[in-house]
């Protein structure tokens, strides 16, 4: 059975590649990074909306050279180095930066505390309600459990469709016309809703006009993921799909799903 990494191409490609090479300067504010990863895209998103200058180094977490453990003992990107100093969690990097370049826009957190609090909440709602939900049906096994294929789907997209109803009426961002941390927070996993359709028979999500008395709430979510695609961070972040196709085979294996198992018992994170 091979590792997760074992077909992980080894750094980031298309405009991502760009993006990298403009960033492999010595900087005090080092990044430490898988381009794959989605919770790295987060902080990395934030590094880009703000324009703060910072220093991409590409690390293999399957592999956790010392210099990442030094870091970080769980391995685990992304992980920065601030002042020489450690930090992690990408939900926390993403309100460090916010709160440690209080010079760079732009803000992304609402000024109002009323707006910022609510954004809390919901951006924790996407956290610990929806992607584990996503996750739970993009590792679900066997496939032809088609009755507990479809259950994990209903729970996936109930919380996508509760999240879609805290938006902004007009958006197209969640809280208005202005990009925001709560965004950028759950962006990284909705740009890669299509390996659903590569490997899971689809997202569930319906197309334009199918979504029947849903159909104002997935309208919405579909100018909110057009608003978000559109983003220069999120094109200068984003590698070729291809690269991503070999990372995610293992969901669709069934054999490959004991391993998996395993691995995300012992706290490993998935990509
Ligand atoms: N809760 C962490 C999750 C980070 C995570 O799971 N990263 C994965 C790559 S996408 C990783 O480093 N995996 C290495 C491992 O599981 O050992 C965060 O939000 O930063």
């Known amino acids: 059975m091979p590792p997760p990494d074992a077909n992980l191409h080894p750094s980031a490609t298309g405009l991502a590649a760009k993006t990298v090479e403009e960033h492999s300067a010595e900087q005090d504010l080092k990044l430490y990074a898988g381009w794959f990863c989605p919770f790295v895209q987060r902080a990395w998103l934030v590094l880009e909306e703000k324009k703060i200058p910072y220093q991409y180094i590409e690390v293999n977490p399957y592999h956790k050279p010392d210099s990442l453990l030094k870091l970080n003992p769980r391995g685990l990107v992304p992980t920065l180095q601030y002042a020489n100093k450690p930090l992690y969690e990408s939900t926390v990097l993403c ?17 109002d505390p009323y707006e910022r609090a609510r954004t809390r909440i919901w951006t924790d709602f996407g956290t610990s309600r929806i992607i584990p939900a996503y996750h739970r049906f993009l590792q679900f096994q066997p496939m032809s459990d088609k009755e507990g294929l479809e259950e994990r789907k209903k729970e996936f997209l109930g919380y996508l469709q509760q999240f879609v109803s805290e938006m902004d009426e007009e958006g197209p961002f969640f809280g208005g016309k202005d990009v925001g941390m709560i965004d950028l927070i759950i962006a990284p ?19 334009e006009g199918k979504g029947g008395v849903m159909d104002n709430v997935w309208n919405r979510f579909r100018k909110w993921l057009q608003a978000i695609e559109a983003l ?22 069934d054999t490959a799903q004991s391993e998996l198992a395993k691995a995300t018992r012992g706290g490993k994170g998935v990509p």
Do not use: C, M, N
Request: a negative charge; hydrophobic letters at 35%; charged letters at 30%.
């Open 189 to 207: 996993f909705a740009l890669r809703l299509w390996v659903f359709d590569h490997f899971k028979g689809g997202s569930g999500i319906p197309d």
């Open 232 to 253: 220069e961070s999120v094109k200068k972040t984003s590698s070729e799909r291809e690269h991503f196709v070999p990372i995610y085979q293992r969901y669709a294996d």
């Open 95 to 111: 309100e460090f930066l916010e709160d440690a370049y209080p010079d760079h826009t732009p803000h992304l957190l609402p000024s």
